[in-house]
């Protein structure tokens, strides 16, 4: 019974040792540490992005992305009509004026 | 100086302003912190911390709250991170050291002593620090700016974003914890 006494006294006194706490003093020298800290920042920007390029949450739908638009490309071109090798003889032929069959056919007119 | 003139000049960027503020709020950034955090390097690593964000985000700060209640702000959300850091740091190491890995060896948390502390309260005030540190994280904020840095339940509530009556519970909630773990730990002392 004395000893419960004892404890619960002990314990109001330990909630009590917080009252007329004085502030803690920061160090005297802190502004100078805080401007070679942002002069660091500053130099260490593009390390700070690659950081943040490498982050899982950013690197990942990048990567995600980026496979998405090379297969919607690939799907795009396979899709389109593939061209024979007859179509591009044809082709060739227009552009160099080769349609007529043979010379032979073509240029001898008969007088 | 007016702290909204303070707040204009360091918008424009003006070095003076920024000393300024950092002398005029170090002692309560750091208090803070140090309340927190319960290890004095720490408790300077955010301090720095937090006035590099203040330097980098004033644009930002709409003035609608003091600056004080601004920096508590901050301050809170940063010892939080940095706790919360060090705690996946201590389960990795401990995950690795149950493997074999690693070899670095996990030491017990030191007493904390605050140096704002009376010389008689010093021993009883470590024995309350260690429970506060293991009380949930609201009711350890609140506790810890109401205790260690004088804030009335209003001025707690400004700065959790909260209302006075849950300020009031969670200090209700984290009295009573602290109650039964310094039973425990008097029961087992004997």
Redesign the interface.
């Known amino acids: 019974m004395n ?1 419960q006494k004892h ?2 006294e ?2 109001e ?3 009590e ?2 009252n ?8 005297p020298y ?2 100078t ?2 401007e070679a ?2 002069e660091k ?1 500053e130099r260490s920007f593009w390390s700070r992005a690659l950081t943040f390029i490498s982050r899982p949450s950013v690197a990942v739908p990048a990567i995600v992305l980026t496979i998405l638009i090379n297969t919607a490309i690939f799907f795009e071109f396979k899709s389109e009509k593939v061209q024979t090798p007859q179509d591009e003889e044809q082709v060739f032929a227009s552009e160099y004026n080769l349609s007529d069959n043979t010379i032979y056919e073509s240029t001898i007119e008969p007088e | 100086m007016d702290e909204q003139f303070l707040i204009e000049k360091l918008r424009q960027g003006d070095e003076a302003a920024f000393r300024e503020i950092v002398e005029t709020w170090k002692n309560l950034v750091y208090n803070t912190a140090l309340g927190i955090l319960q290890n004095a390097e720490d408790a300077e690593d955010v301090t720095q911390e937090v006035f590099v964000q203040v330097f980098e985000s004033i644009k930002t700060f709409k003035a609608e709250s003091k600056l004080s209640t601004w920096l508590y702000r901050i301050t809170v959300s940063k010892a939080l991170d940095h706790l919360r850091r060090k705690k996946r740091k201590k389960r990795f190491a401990y995950i690795q050291s149950l493997f074999g890995a690693g070899g670095e060896t996990i030491i017990e948390k030191p007493d904390f002593n605050h140096p704002g502390i009376a010389l008689d309260n010093k021993e009883r005030a470590a024995i309350l620090f260690k429970a506060i540190d293991r009380l949930p994280e609201n009711q350890k904020i609140a506790f810890t700016l109401h205790k260690v840095e004088g804030l009335s339940y209003q001025e707690i509530s400004d700065v959790m974003k909260t209302s006075v009556s849950s300020v009031e519970s969670l200090m209700h909630r984290a009295k009573n914890n602290l109650k039964k773990l310094l039973h425990d730990h008097y029961q087992n002392k004997d």
């Open positions: 000893e404890i619960r002990e314990v006194k330990t909630l040792s917080l007329g706490i004085q502030r803690a003093a920061a160090n802190l502004f540490r805080i800290r942002l920042e």
